[in-house]
């Protein structure tokens, strides 16, 4: 499975928007990116997912490097409750199962 | 709609006893998943089920058994309960068929497991 870095942990203000990269550079070219957070004490959460181009909904938009070899979730104006550990994660090819790695712990000031 | 439900929510157990977790969902979906997550740690997959009558291991497959009883449920089994076993268990489903990348998984609220 191809693996994904992010950092440790990150720290934002309340409603200032967040950048949360994250690197693939072994991505296949038919894996797609996705992201989850986790709340505490809760199950992790679907937050968005994307193959190639920009993504957006209600919760976030994804940003694809033209290479693929990397992303950024972008959270608009994050609250206190966006306060979670957000994993990149890649879908692998064969088999539908998700690796999640350790995740990037997001802290939100207000 | 309730989701992705787990039983119990918690679970104390001595060492050496067994026990099965339970999973349960109602979406309809073809896929499910176990997963095991320690402390300060992402999450491990313990096995999956692409769909209803197979099933696969993860990363983590050591010590446990499972059964996809039907396309709803997906059951997790300890048959001797070791104290390395202690974690938070979270079942997971997707709408995707084998093979498919784009589904997203959805998360029952976790069993936390202790055994002692």
């Known amino acids: 499975d191809a693996k994904t870095t992010q950092p440790n942990s990150m720290e934002s203000n309340e409603e200032e928007p967040v950048h949360l990269p994250c690197n693939h550079s072994?991505?296949?070219?038919?894996?797609?990116i996705h992201w989850y957070r986790q709340l505490p004490s809760q199950g992790p959460e679907y937050v968005i997912h994307?193959?190639?181009s920009n993504v957006n909904n209600r919760m976030a938009s994804l940003a694809i490097a033209e290479d693929r070899k990397s992303s950024t979730l972008i959270l608009h104006r994050a609250t206190l409750r966006d306060a979670a550990v957000y994993y990149c994660i890649l879908r692998a090819e064969y088999g539908n199962k998700l690796v999640f790695g350790a995740g990037t712990i997001l802290r939100v000031k207000s | 709609n309730a989701g992705v439900t787990q039983t119990p929510k918690f679970q104390v157990l001595k060492t050496g006893q067994s026990m099965t977790l339970q999973c349960a969902q109602d979406?309809?979906?073809?896929?499910m998943y176990w997963y095991r997550q320690d402390p300060g740690m992402g999450l491990r997959l313990i096995y999956y089920?692409?769909?209803?009558?197979?099933?696969d291991k993860g990363e983590v497959p050591n010590g446990y058994n499972v059964s996809r009883l039907n396309k709803r449920e997906f059951s997790l089994r300890l048959e001797s309960a070791a104290p390395s076993q202690t974690s938070v268990y979270f079942c997971a489903s997707s709408e995707a068929p084998r093979g498919a990348r784009n589904s997203p998984l959805h998360f029952g609220n976790g069993t936390r497991l202790t055994v002692t």
């Open positions: 089920s692409a769909s209803e009558g197979t099933t």
């Open positions: 072994t991505i296949s070219g038919t894996d797609y």
């Open positions: 994307g193959l190639t």
């Open positions: 979406m309809n979906h073809n896929s």
